[in-house]
Each structure stands twice: as C-alpha cells, then as structure tokens.
C-alpha cells in the first residue's frame, strides 16, 4: 500500500486549502483513514479521520469546525478540506491508514505518506 498525499502549499491567513491523499492498492469498509500533522519542533498530531466503509469523521478539537475529512471510494482518495486557515495550522501534513478501530494516535497507522507541507502566512 502506498499514499500520496498532495494538495499543500501557501496560503494567507483565512485562506483555505485541500489536501488529497491516494491510496494504491484496495481500501477496506474496516478501514480508517487519518490526517496528521507536524510543525516544527513540535511532535506529530493527529488531525481528522474518517472509516472507510461508513464515512463517519472524527476532529482533533484544534480543527473542529474549520477542516472537513471526506472520501471518495471509487477513487481511493481520501480529502482534507482546510477552511478560515491561521498560522498555527503551518506543519507537515500526513495522511495515514489504519486497520485498528483507533484512530487518534499516530500508532494506530500502519501505513503512512509523504507528507505535503502547508504554509500559512499572517
């Protein structure tokens, strides 16, 4: 399984950015896809989820209200939409697969990509 995560770049405060993360390989109804993020010097956080098979999401409460995990099954592609941005939201973001009914911490993943790097500006 490989993700690839796209989507970052700069954005002024307010702004607004989506973030795509494909997945290679078939992704299960078990499945959870996540999103996570680190800036720098900081450790890696978790940000939004969603399971696969019901679509139900779940937010880190830093982003509840603000971003919007989504999935399209017949692409394989799992969304972030990121709205009323601020410069605390500038990290690396990641999108990761688990196959564990947990979902809010980094080791629940089994599979992670890249990372697209999103800067905000004030």
């Known amino acids: 399984v490989q993700l690839q995560a796209s989507g970052g770049g700069l954005v002024q405060a307010g702004g607004y950015l989506r973030l795509a993360c494909a997945a290679s390989?078939?992704?299960?109804?078990?499945?959870?896809m996540g999103w996570f993020r680190q800036a720098p010097g900081k450790e890696r956080e978790y940000v939004a989820a969603?399971?696969?098979?019901?679509?139900?999401?779940y937010y880190a409460g830093s982003v509840k209200g603000r971003f919007a995990i989504s999935r399209n099954s017949a692409e394989n592609t799992a969304y972030l939409q990121m709205n009323r941005l601020t410069p605390l939201d500038t990290a690396l973001y990641y999108c990761?697969?688990?196959?564990?009914?947990?979902?809010?911490?980094?080791?629940?993943?089994?599979?992670w990509g890249q990372g697209t790097l999103v800067t905000v500006s004030s």
């Open positions: 990761a697969r688990s196959v564990r009914g947990e979902f809010n911490f980094a080791g629940a993943y089994d599979y």
């Open positions: 390989g078939r992704t299960f109804s078990s499945h959870i």
């Open positions: 969603i399971r696969w098979g019901t679509g139900k999401t």
